[in-house]
């Protein structure tokens, strides 16, 4: 491999800087073009990306080739308002090639035969639904019949008392917006009889491809019912109970994909899912049979106020799915609360989400609610998707990706996300979002390269890819877990792990010391110490020394760094590179210094066998990072992971700005996508505008063998020349809007 300053050299004689810019964009600015000069492109620590997969011989199923998806959610009004043609022709327009069309199980819109499936009122006993399933196929877009099983009205409350899920003292529970509808529990039969019902109707009725349930799972926690059936389940929010509800939900999506499959073999069913890193099914059982990703991720909702929360989604279907189809829904209505369903939301918001869609790997499915005069009273959003969705249509296989060629793996922990209970702070979830943000934004700043891996997906074939591998308080894991992780790091990975990683089993019993004790060298000295008035801070020992270690890296003229809010006390190391300094009084100010400056408690503990390189905090520090934004801890944070990675990249991107990027291997060669968050409503709110960022040069050594044909810009919509060098190909995209897909073909 070459060397940075080699690099330089010998690039710089095959392409001189400015001759390689200068011929790029017709409308890059001169200052583009001056700072594009200065900034050179890296060679240091690049590692060859895989060799290419073979080719795909075999056919794949009909939903594996869908690159858009379609949806007007229907009212029960829609049967009076709706142009059933205008509908199909929009979305046709559009380039979707699949569409949902409500069924329902609230309201019929159909004329169905099955008890308590109440038809709509202005329904008229007209067959609506076979109406607009006629139009979609007569335009050759497939259907999926959607249903909604998660709530049913009175009459069927009488009749069926044991329908319904119900409250500690026995009464039912209602829809708290629709109190008429109440809330149908998924352990009884309204799911084995009412909606097998619906489904075998539809069979003998309509020729739909598939069978989806909106409302049901639940999305990202975990049903609270004390119904009779309930009453016998173990307690809701426990790990006995997790397991019930997993094997009730995979009991349903079995036996609606059989009767779905009853019609024809290609159909399935496929349910609500979305949720991120803390959904509600166990992901890794559900991925294996799902043949639809459904993120029901919609847009930015008050407790996920990143801009990111789409192609966070997207890693969790990468993680799950192996490949298989995933879509996101992007409401083009107004998320979040107050929320509004028949509004637009913000054209840039909107098309970030779709986006992120892309980026992360999804297929982009727009969604808006109800069709008010015509498509909606407000039909602004209809010009924002087809423009999205129509260019999409350009690039398809480009934009089809094969498999992430990231070198980094953060464990999700499912569990933990759902059944920890966080060290005494409520609410729990909270806990865990803000540690998985401040990984992620982490990751972000640093421009990395990564995936998530599932907690239940720890093999070694699995982990290989990966350098290293970071556990953020990861709680919960299994001796065969725990396991994993030790045949891991013996392989030569690298790990990193804060808090209470492992101090947990997966059924929630604490452990006397961590699972991963051994593999870090740690050992639990003490329970959780939290913060009054000053957080722990962290000493270096020896700031002086001439041979600063990389995690210290820009630490000048301190002793001290900031500790996290919270930590768990370990044990004396030999050797410590820093030490708690342990909190004390912010106020007074008087009595503002520390009661030890000095102590034997490690504040980091590493450790390095061959190529493994491993790092242990005790404190909750991704997480302070989010809640903070202190640099200090961003900056440690940067400095371990380049450390544990030995500063190996895949994909380089050099350049300003807050960016997410992804780097996907594709059917015509390569493709990296940049997202550009630079904006003042990155993390609140919705985007009004985007804020273009300069020049960002990427650089990534390809595979022996592979011949680079083209390098295109398919949001520019022009190709950008290209240097490669011993198989480092590099190019600068001159600028980004919101987004930019550098698409490399190969020969
Ligand atoms: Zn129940």
Not at 35 to 57: E, Y
Not at 64 to 91: F, L
Not at 213 to 227: A, E, F, K, R, V
Request: with cysteine; charged share 20%; aromatic share 10%.
């Amino acid at each position: 491999m070459l060397n940075r300053r080699a690099f330089l050299k010998t690039s710089a004689a095959a392409i001189p800087a400015t001759a390689a810019f200068s011929a790029l964009d017709p409308v890059k600015t001169l200052a583009e073009e001056e700072a594009a000069s200065k900034i050179a492109p890296s060679a240091a620590g690049m590692v060859a990306l895989p060799d290419r997969l073979a080719p795909v011989t075999a056919s794949v199923p009909w939903q594996q080739k869908i690159r858009r998806v379609a949806q007007s959610n229907m009212t029960e009004h829609d049967p009076a308002v709706m142009n059933v043609e205008e509908w199909a022709e929009y979305w046709h327009s559009t380039g979707s090639e699949i569409i949902f069309v409500s069924v329902t199980g609230i309201l019929a819109f159909y004329p169905s035969k099955v008890k308590f499936h109440r038809h709509g009122k202005f329904l008229n006993n007209r067959d609506f639904f076979g109406e607009c399933v006629a139009a979609a196929k007569k335009r050759n877009m497939r259907v999926v019949a959607r249903m909604s099983p998660d709530l049913n009205w009175g009459d069927a409350l009488e009749a069926h008392p044991e329908w319904a899920m119900r409250n500690k003292d026995g009464s039912a529970q209602f829809s708290t917006e629709e109190p008429r509808l109440f809330k149908t529990c998924m352990f009884s039969t309204y799911m084995d009889d009412y909606m097998t019902a619906i489904i075998r109707e539809i069979n003998s009725l309509y020729d739909v491809d598939c069978f989806y349930t909106n409302g049901w799972p639940p999305i990202g926690s975990l049903p609270d019912c004390h119904c009779a059936i309930c009453n016998k389940l173990p307690p809701t929010g426990t790990t006995a109970y997790w397991r019930v509800f997993n094997d009730r939900i995979f009991e349903l999506w079995q036996k609606y994909d059989a009767l779905a499959k009853e019609k024809k073999p290609d159909s399935f069913f496929f349910a609500n899912l979305g949720g991120s890193v803390h959904a509600g099914p166990n992901l890794d059982r559900l991925g294996k049979i799902a043949a639809w990703y459904q993120a029901d991720n919609q847009g930015r909702t008050y407790e996920d106020a990143a801009v990111w929360g789409c192609s966070q989604q997207g890693r969790v279907c990468t993680a799950i799915m192996d490949g298989k189809f995933a879509a996101n829904v992007t409401a083009a209505y107004s998320t979040g609360s107050p929320g509004w369903r028949n509004a637009s939301k913000n054209p840039a918001e909107a098309t970030m989400w779709l986006n992120e869609t892309l980026a992360s790997g999804m297929v982009p499915y727009y969604h808006f609610v109800g069709s008010e005069n015509g498509l909606g009273e407000d039909r602004r959003w209809q010009k924002t998707g087809s423009d999205f969705l129509r260019w999409t249509e350009k690039y398809d296989p480009h934009l089809t990706t094969r498999r992430s060629v990231a070198n980094i793996g953060v464990v999700m922990g499912q569990s933990t996300q759902l059944l920890y209970p966080g060290p005494g702070l409520k609410p729990a979830r909270r806990y865990m979002h803000e540690t998985t943000q401040g990984l992620y934004d982490a990751l972000l700043r640093g421009r990395f390269a990564f995936d998530y891996v599932h907690e239940d997906r720890l093999d070694a074939a699995r982990l290989r890819k990966y350098r290293a591998l970071l556990l953020p308080n990861i709680a919960m894991l299994s001796d065969r877990q725990c396991e994993q992780i030790r045949d891991y790091v013996k392989a030569g990975g690298s790990i990193m792990a804060s808090f209470e990683t492992s101090l947990y089993d997966e059924n929630m019993n604490k452990r006397a010391d961590f699972g991963l004790a051994d593999v870090f060298g740690v050992s639990k000295a003490g329970e959780v110490i939290g913060t009054n008035g000053n957080p722990y801070y962290a000493r270096i020992e020896k700031p002086d020394a001439a041979q600063k270690h990389p995690l210290l890296e820009g630490f000048v003229d301190t002793n001290w760094i900031p500790g996290a809010q919270n930590r768990l006390p370990l044990k004396p190391v030999e050797n410590p590179l820093m030490t708690v300094v342990p909190g004390f009084v912010r106020y007074p100010p008087e009595l503002a210094y520390p009661p030890a400056s000095h102590t034997a408690e490690p504040a980091v503990v590493l450790r390095e066998s061959g190529a493994s390189r491993i790092a242990w905090f005790p404190g909750d520090l991704e997480r302070t990072s989010w809640i903070t934004g202190h640099g200090d801890i961003l900056r440690l944070l940067h400095n371990t992971l380049g450390w544990l990675t030995h500063d190996e990249r895949v994909v380089r991107v050099d350049g300003d700005g807050l960016v997410e990027m992804f780097c996907w291997e594709t059917d015509p060669g390569y493709a990296v996508h940049l997202l550009n968050y630079t904006n003042p409503d990155a993390q609140h709110g919705w985007l009004q505008s985007s804020f273009r960022i300069g020049p960002q040069i990427v650089s990534m050594k390809l595979p022996a063998n592979v011949r680079v044909k083209s390098v295109q810009l398919l949001k520019a919509g022009t190709n950008v020349q290209f240097g490669i060098q011993n198989q480092l190909l590099h190019f600068t995209i001159p600028h980004v809007d919101d987004y930019e897909v550098a698409a490399i073909s190969i020969a």
